[in-house]
């Protein structure tokens, strides 16, 4: 008889880039990219869409999430753009392209000022 597998993946709010495999890696590289240039809010939402599936992220609040930015470290966390832990440290001006956040435990463990 055939038996229904359950492949669904445990809650993990954050993954390391590092962690990923290798053409994994390459997409998130573009589709950040893209992101990054995203003419306007709807492609931007679509790209990131896509970025969460690939990398496996559950739990984002509102569709979004970043590479930290940190410049101390080499962290290389990808986690939700609305944790309300993580630390911006640019700001973005369009309103939708990706800011410069770091994450939780960078915030925590060596924060950065926002630069104006
Ligand atoms: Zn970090
Ligand atoms: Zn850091």
């Known amino acids: 008889m055939a ?3 359950m492949t669904h993946a445990p809650t993990q709010p ?3 880039y590092a962690d990923l495999p290798t053409h994994v890696q390459d ?9 990054d240039n995203a003419a306007n809010a709807t ?3 679509a790209l990131m869409t896509a970025l969460i599936a690939i990398t ?3 739990g984002v609040r509102h569709n979004e999430i970043v590479k930290c930015a940190c410049t ?4 290389d ?4 753009a609305d944790d309300s832990n993580a630390l911006v440290t640019e700001e973005t001006d369009a309103g939708y392209n990706l800011g410069r ?3 939780p435990d960078c915030a925590d463990s060596h924060p950065r000022p926002v630069e104006n």
């Open 3 to 5: 038996i229904a597998v």
């Open 27 to 35: 997409h998130f590289d573009k589709l950040m990219e893209l992101a």
């Open 14 to 16: 954050t993954v390391n």
């Open 72 to 75: 101390a470290c080499y962290c």
């Open 101 to 103: 956040l770091q994450c």
């Open 77 to 80: 966390h990808v986690f939700d």
């Open 56 to 58: 496996g992220i559950t």
């Open 43 to 45: 492609e931007y939402e």
